[in-house]
């Protein structure tokens, strides 16, 4: 069985910086894309930032600039570093990453809340 688990989230004066850690365990055999998705009370989830097993990646507009994503492939692990956050970043961030086990199958962590408020 695969798991992801999250960390870092909590609350943040407009203008901060969190980090978002992710990390799968269980029999895996291999992941290839890794991602963060965000969802906001009363909206749909969002992709985030996103990280290739070759290590290229793409951001949402809203994002560019500000976070970063990376990738330890040693130690099965995604960041996001969220810099000059702002008030409507806040949302649960979920951690999403495509993984073969027996097959290849896609896994979402349980979510970790980010509030962005003075």
């Known amino acids: 069985q695969v798991q992801l688990v999250e960390s870092g989230g909590g609350l943040v004066q407009p203008g901060g910086s969190l980090r978002l850690s992710c990390a799968a365990s269980?029999?895996?055999?291999?992941?290839?894309?890794m991602a963060w998705y965000r969802q906001a009370p009363g909206k749909q989830r969002d992709l985030v930032a996103l990280?290739?097993?070759?290590?290229?990646?793409n951001y949402a507009e809203s994002v560019k600039g500000r976070f970063t994503i990376s990738r330890d492939k040693a130690k099965n692990t995604v960041y996001l570093q969220m810099n000059s956050l702002k008030p409507e970043d806040t949302a649960v961030y979920y951690c999403?990453?495509?993984?073969?086990?027996?097959?290849?199958?896609?896994?979402w962590g349980q979510g970790t809340q980010v509030t962005v408020s003075s």
């Open positions: 269980g029999r895996i055999i291999s992941i290839y894309d």
């Open positions: 999403n990453a495509v993984i073969v086990v027996h097959t290849t199958e896609n896994y």
């Open positions: 990280i290739t097993l070759g290590g290229t990646t």
